[in-house]
């Protein structure tokens, strides 16, 4: 699947923000206050975004929750009608940019726009790309039975079951193997 470099990093963006959230991170919220917005804001290069205020840490949370119900949704029919929900919420307004060295791409959030509906624009159609695609099973949830976070899989075969091999695919590996020798040995 060839995907766009603004597409895949709106989806990098939307993936973060979903595992801000309390079920997602052990650690519990990482969007806790304003600073920590501004610092999501900073980390992902999100342009346009003026002064926050607490208002816009409740809309982004709102929105993250909304996306989180994307990840979780059955089927391509309901996550499209949430997709959509959030899309038409942010009034969207697709427009052609090159800022801070990026070359071309769509920007769907209208200018002045707040925090919350250009994330809920941009990411909005982002995941509406996947789901166009035909690729709605490619939003999934880590499958360690102690990890809740959210990816999206871009492996060529759709197979990774993970949020990262390194550390939840690993450790769960290890605790098989280890098993397995127990049981052999005892």
């Known amino acids: ?23 997602s991170d052990q650690n519990g919220d990482r969007l806790e206050d304003i600073e920590a917005l501004y610092g999501f804001v900073r980390l992902h290069h999100i342009s346009d975004v003026g002064r926050l205020t607490e208002a816009d840490l409740r809309a982004v949370r709102d929105v993250r929750g909304r996306f989180a119900d994307a990840f979780a949704a059955p089927d391509p029919r309901t996550c499209a009608e949430l997709i959509n929900q959030l899309v038409a919420a942010a009034g969207t307004t697709p427009r052609l940019t090159d800022h801070d060295g990026f070359d071309w791409h769509v920007h769907y959030f209208a200018p002045g726009a707040s925090v919350a509906d250009h994330l809920a624009a941009d990411c909005g159609m982002a995941l509406a790309f996947i789901v166009v695609s035909g690729e709605h099973e490619r939003l999934r949830r880590c499958e360690a039975p102690d990890c809740r976070r959210a ?23 290890v605790a098989a193997y280890r098993a397995r020798r127990k049981e052999a040995a005892g």
């Not at 990816?151 to 590996?173: E, I, K, M, Q, W």
Request: charged share 30%.
């Open 1 to 23: 699947m060839l995907i766009p470099h603004d597409t895949r990093r709106a989806l990098d963006v939307v993936v973060d923000l979903v595992n801000t959230a309390p079920e």
């Open 151 to 173: 990816f999206v899989d871009l492996s060529r075969n759709r197979s990774r079951r993970y949020c990262d091999s390194r550390t939840c695919g690993n450790r769960l590996h």
